[in-house]
């Protein structure tokens, strides 16, 4: 089955075909950095870094960009309020951007330019929309005329007499500025400078850059005037993904983007996440709480990528014991002294296959995932005959297979579990030290504290000691 993606532009589920066969050129609209990430932002990254390991599984090669908004109001604000500068807090929260994404399991994009960086790149792109007729000055300030560009409005579907002004809440109605506007849909490609802002030199003065041309400029500047694949989350898709298309085709003449693709939104509990409603919650916080990375992946991953998401308590342990339903599976090997080898994950297999026939279909990770649990509940079957009975119902060589193709596709989708057994810990570890251990855990499991109780069983398991869970009780044996 051929790749088919869903086009936010074209409103239809297209086949995949890229400008140059066998790349990718795909760009990922990233995080304004002047707060800590939260829920929405793991969404995004976990949904964008999938779609590129799995087309590189399926043999692309693939350019992958994403930016850093770095001067930007509320980097400003947040400046002002710790007596700090825009570049101490921007550095600060990138730092913390990385930290957080390598918990998360998320593999570093090929580059991630910065609008500071860009400078060069953003005024020459509002120079060539002014000289073809797309932008005017007003007052140190330079706007993209809306009207101008007949085809405003194809991404979003939205007509200009039904635009609000100010939608994206980055522009303030009652500000003096704003009525140096022609139009009231026009938005600013460059701002003049402000007293105690930082600014750089323009054919228009000290300023800085509008939030939407930064895009546009980084894009040009790091993938060329087409690209394959232009991400983010849906509330990027008016006003900003919008913009950028007036912007960009405005000066090529040629598409901006083949496919626009986007992510649905996170809510906590039903709502809308909001610091005000007490329900703001960061990528740190969550983990730091003890929830496992992998099951924060997984929770994300069962959603089809265009749907909204709903984050509960419930949610999460249901993914957390969805993970250790995995993790078991992927463990396998190792227990039982195997090592990946030769593998060779191109070699055709039914799983793979079925693998590859579900996520093909716009990319279908939860389709994708029902090939990955079967495996690992096979595989965890076939540990507990072996346990019991010292042997497998199934030949070796096909459950070596097996658990290798389980491993290489949980690798597609980031969800990796390592084996940290230590010989001398093992033989440490007494079979009363064990059974208090267990009790602990079942005490835990009364008291509703699932994040303790998968947290002993989590831990017993990097030992190489395996919890096995019936109606008379908790049996253990070691790896």
Known sequence: ?????????????????????????????????????HLGHARACIVWDVVRRYLQFVGYEVRYVQNFTDVDDKILNRARQEHSTMETIADRFIKAYFED??????????????????????????????????????????????????????????????????????????????QRKKDSADFALWKAAKPGEPAWESPWGKGRPGWHIECSAMVRDRLGETIDIHAGGEDLIFPHHENEIAQSEAVTGKPLSRYWMHNGMVKVDGEKMSKSLGNFTTIRDLLDRGVDPMAVRLFVLMAQYRTPIDFTDEAIQAATNGWHTLKEGLLFGYQLGWGMGSKNSSIPNSFIERFIEAVNNDFNFPGGLIVLFELAKELRRERNIFVHEGKTETAPLELLKQWQTLVTLAGVLGLEAEMKVETSVNKGLSDAEIEAKIQERQDARIA?????????RDELLSQGITLIDSREGTRWHRN
């Open 101 to 178: 994404m390598a918990r998360l399991n998320i593999k570093e994009a090929s580059e991630y330019p910065r609008a500071t960086h860009t400078m060069n790149g953003i005024t020459r792109l509002i120079h060539e929309l002014e000289n073809k007729g797309y932008a005017y000055p007003s007052n140190g300030d330079v706007y993209y005329s809306v009207r101008a560009f007949p085809e405003y409005g194809k991404l979003s579907g939205r007509k200009l007499e039904n635009s609000q002004a100010g939608a994206s809440g980055r522009v303030d109605l009652e500000d003096p500025e704003y």
């Open 1 to 37: 089955m051929t790749l088919t993606v869903y086009n936010t532009l074209s409103r239809r589920q297209e086949p995949f075909e890229t400008v140059e066969p066998g790349k990718v050129k795909m760009y990922y609209c990233g995080v304004t950095v002047y707060d800590y990430c």
């Open 448 to 456: 509703k504290n699932f994040v303790l109780s998968d947290r002993i």
